[in-house]
């Protein structure tokens, strides 16, 4: 089991165009997390997605922001018209059972956006 | 609101002194409380959760209800537990986790 993949692991976009962050999750896990970590801070978390559904989106920015996880493929993490601020590491984190107390998520390698 | 602080960005000890990472929280709820490491260029991984109440390398915490605390400890530092160490909270359903800032554990010969 390679466990969670994350690709790119490095993207450089400028400002204006679009960035998109993919992630396959631990085998049979059919829960994905993403969190941004700007640099000197913590994770925050972001978006809750269940295959083919946004489960929670509490800490998605209102714009330019989006996330999915079709039946098919990986995850990803769309960020349209990126702007400088935007520039952080993104992870991805994947589950097998939230309900169970002893659910584990698991996080992939991040991804690094730099915004030019 | 939930909120984890962890107030030391670095500690930095000698191989076999005692160690300390703080940890507090705010939640209203009943939390579930973890502690994830990062060694250099690897990825964060879970070290240990309260519910678990289990020693992992050496590491233990205790969840503190009355001072909303979740200190790691371990007696004896070795260079190996050099890492990043973020304490984090989970949400009611289990699905969110909210990271503290983290700590740099530095771990001197």
């Known amino acids: 089991n390679a466990g969670v993949m994350q690709n790119p692991r490095h993207l450089v976009r400028r400002r204006g165009q679009e960035a998109r962050l993919r992630c396959s999750p631990m085998?049979?896990?059919?829960?994905v997390y993403w969190y941004r970590q700007l640099p000197e801070e913590g994770l925050k978390f972001m978006v809750y997605l269940q295959k083919e559904n946004i489960i929670d989106e509490s800490g998605m920015p209102k714009e330019r922001f989006s996330a999915e996880f079709p039946k098919e493929g990986p995850s990803i993490l769309r960020i349209q018209q990126v702007v400088r601020g935007d520039s952080a590491a993104y992870f991805c984190?994947?589950?097998?059972?939230?309900?169970?107390?002893?659910?584990?998520?698991?996080f992939g390698p991040g991804t690094r956006l730099t915004v030019l | 609101a939930q909120r984890v602080t962890q107030p030391e960005k670095l500690l930095s000890v000698f191989k076999g002194a005692p160690v300390e990472l703080k940890c507090n929280y705010s939640?209203?709820?009943?939390?579930?409380l973890f502690w994830y490491v990062q060694y250099s260029r690897q990825r964060l991984q879970l070290l240990l959760r309260?519910?678990s109440r289990e020693s992992i390398k050496g590491f233990t915490a205790d969840l503190n209800k009355g001072e909303t605390s979740f200190h790691l400890k371990k007696p004896f530092a070795q260079e190996e537990d050099s890492a990043m160490y973020y304490c984090?909270?989970?949400?009611?359903?289990?699905?969110?986790?909210?990271f503290g800032g983290g700590t740099r554990l530095m771990v001197k010969p």
């Open positions: 309260h519910i």
């Open positions: 984190a994947s589950s097998l059972n939230p309900g169970l107390l002893t659910d584990t998520q698991y």
């Open positions: 085998k049979g896990h059919s829960h």
């Open positions: 984090a909270l989970g949400s009611n359903a289990g699905n969110m986790l909210t």
């Open positions: 939640y209203s709820g009943s939390p579930e």
